[in-house]
């Protein structure tokens, strides 16, 4: 395994230069592209969540993409509160419910016990899940774990909403970019996650990450993902997400090489269920939209780093359930999701 990059920025003291960098933005809040400009130590802004880490669940995740969960698991830290506010959020009982975290802040020192916990478990990765609002306290948290012995590369698995000022200083620091891009239109992502500014935002966003890492992976003799950027697109029914467009733009803006991750796994949930006012996500997606959602990825897309799950399982075996936050997924064992089905016909 190649060392991460952030253990020379830890033994140089840049990474704690870099800690007190992120610091100092919680003063006057620009973590992330909302820019509450408030100081967090004194009150809370869109995301509900102060200076101090958060935390909603950990665990060996066997979940995610073949080449980030490889044998062992990946090491999910999931953090609570978030910066966007999707009505069909599937992590919607940790993601947009802070009274139910409102005691719940730590130190930098525990959340370090948690990234030395996972890796004793011989997880491949350290995957921080919704990390945009909390880049501050997880760096500070990795500079602690660094100097204890923390030696797993860190994936970044935001929703990407994130700020390039925060990106560039975790440059060197995140070894895996892995970023949700969820929409091209405004209107879609005004209505369906109350960020209308998502694509301008998400794509700068991308644009940095891509610039850190390139299209080009590291892997290592384990399989699994040790540098590099893959891309997650979730289709929406009735072509919310506008994932064709979005794979155009990365295609012709960054490169036609950029790992894909292609989601099929939709499902209503949180006020799509339960409110009238979302039609258009009361459904999973048809195999008409997953269909044409491939054939995008055929289309403009290049090279082998591409993942895509499979259709007719996907809804059912990504339903995460954090009312027991300890293991809060499926048992894998119960799906053979090792060789994704083509999709059916249109
Ligand atoms: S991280 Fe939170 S407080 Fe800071 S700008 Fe974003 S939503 Fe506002």
Redesign the pocket.
Known sequence: MTSPSYLALAESGELAERVRRLDGL?SN??????????D?SLE??????GVDPVVASWTAHFGEEPVISGRRGSGTVFLANC?MRCVFCQNHQISQDPEAFREAATIAEALADIFLGLQKQGCHNLNWVSP??QAPQLVRALEVAARRGLKLPVVYNSNGYDSVEVLSLLDGVVDIYMPDLKYADEENAAECSRVADYPRRARNAITEMFRQVGDGWEIGPEGTLERGLLLRMLVLPNDLAGVRESLQWVAENLSPRVGISLMAQYYPSHLAVTSRRYPLLTRTISAGEWRRAVDGLETFMEGDHHWVQDHRLAPAYYRPDFSDTSEPFTDRRDFDLSEPTPPEDI
């Open positions: 919680l809040c620009t973590v992330c592209p909302h820019e509450c400009r408030i967090r809370l802004g869109f995301c509900s969540t910066n945009s609002h």
